[in-house]
């Protein structure tokens, strides 16, 4: 099963990616994750991502599409896939279809995550994420065992560069314009499912296997 998530940043996007692919075996891949990777690890690509990210912007479509493109290439994602946070442009989302098309191929879903703008800026604040694997907490709503200290590694879990409230406020900015689009983008291919982002995190994963299995 190949699935996208959609939804502003904060939605839980990553929060129920993990859950998915942990539920189905298949990889979750997160163009977030792979920028903040690069970063950790000095490489030319993760600074030029971290000059947009620190302002709250898009990452432009010619670093960000190939590096997407050559990961769900991989051997490992021939059983389908979770994509969070891309596509995020109409011109990803084209991109995306025309070279799964060559190869006869098509995303089954887009599961849209909607939550409230102020429901967000309250939840980035609490979030914590693990430096050395990406887990994701919140110190009130998904705490760590122990405080600062990935349950999963023993990695450091910190609050991401980009979660400054004003960060985050344009964050929200860029969302509405380039990438809610396309909701209307994959509703008029028929892929398009809602998930309500307000319940709790426990009956995340529930409510989208739920509508994963209603086909
Ligand atoms: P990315 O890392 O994708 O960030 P984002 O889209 O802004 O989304 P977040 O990761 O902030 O939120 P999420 O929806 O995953 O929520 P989470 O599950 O953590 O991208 C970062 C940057 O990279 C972008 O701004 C851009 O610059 C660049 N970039 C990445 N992809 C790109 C692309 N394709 N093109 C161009 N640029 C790109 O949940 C949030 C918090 O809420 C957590 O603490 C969680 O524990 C908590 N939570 C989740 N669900 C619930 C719940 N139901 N109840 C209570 N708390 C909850
Ligand atoms: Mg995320
Ligand atoms: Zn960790």
Same mark, same amino acid.
């Given at each position: 099963?190949?699935?996208?998530?959609?939804g502003a940043p904060g939605a839980g996007k990553g929060t129920r990616a993990s859950?998915?692919?942990? /539920?189905?075996?298949?990889?979750?891949?997160?163009?977030?994750?792979?920028?903040?990777?690069?970063?950790?690890?000095?490489?030319?690509?993760?600074?030029?991502?971290?000059?947009?990210?620190?302002?709250?912007?898009?990452?432009?479509?010619?670093?960000?599409?190939?590096?997407?493109?050559?990961?769900?290439?991989?051997?490992?994602?021939?059983?389908?896939?979770?994509? $969070?946070?891309?596509?995020?442009?109409?011109?990803?989302?084209?991109?995306?279809?025309?070279?799964?098309?060559?190869?006869?191929? *098509?995303? $089954?879903?887009?599961?849209?995550? $909607?939550?409230? $703008?102020?429901?967000?800026?309250? &939840?980035?604040?609490?979030?914590? #994420?693990?430096?050395?694997?990406?887990?994701?907490?919140?110190?009130?709503?998904?705490?760590?065992?122990?405080?600062?200290?990935?349950?999963?590694?023993?990695?450091?879990?910190?609050?991401?560069?980009?979660?400054?409230?004003?960060?985050?406020? +344009? &964050?929200?900015?860029?969302? /509405?314009? +380039?990438? +809610?689009?396309?909701?209307?983008?994959? *509703?008029?291919?028929?892929?398009?499912?809602?998930?309500?982002?307000?319940?709790?995190?426990?009956?995340?994963?529930?409510? #989208?296997?739920?509508?994963?299995? +209603?086909?």
């Amino acid at each position: 099963m190949k699935i996208i998530m959609l939804g502003a940043p904060g939605a839980g996007k990553g929060t129920r990616a993990s859950l998915i692919a942990e /539920h189905y075996g298949i990889p979750h891949i997160s163009t977030g994750d792979i920028f903040r990777a690069n970063l950790k690890a000095g490489t030319e690509l993760g600074l030029e991502a971290k000059k947009y990210m620190d302002a709250g912007e898009l990452v432009p479509d010619n670093l960000t599409v190939k590096i997407l493109l050559d990961r769900v290439a991989q051997e490992d994602c021939t059983g389908g896939y979770v994509l $969070d946070g891309f596509p995020r442009t109409i011109n990803q989302a084209e991109v995306l279809e025309a070279e799964l098309k060559k190869i006869n191929d *098509k995303i $089954d879903f887009a599961i849209d995550v $909607d939550v409230s $703008d102020e429901v967000i800026e309250a &939840r980035m604040a609490g979030r914590r #994420v693990c430096t050395k694997c990406s887990a994701t907490y919140h110190i009130e709503y998904a705490p760590t065992k122990e405080e600062g200290i990935c349950d999963k590694c023993g990695g450091e879990a910190v609050l991401r560069a980009d979660d400054a409230p004003e960060t985050v406020r +344009q &964050r929200l900015k860029v969302y /509405h314009e +380039q990438t +809610q689009p396309l909701i209307n983008f994959y *509703k008029e291919r028929g892929i398009l499912r809602m998930v309500a982002g307000s319940g709790s995190i426990e009956d995340a994963l529930t409510a #989208v296997i739920e509508v994963l299995e +209603q086909g």
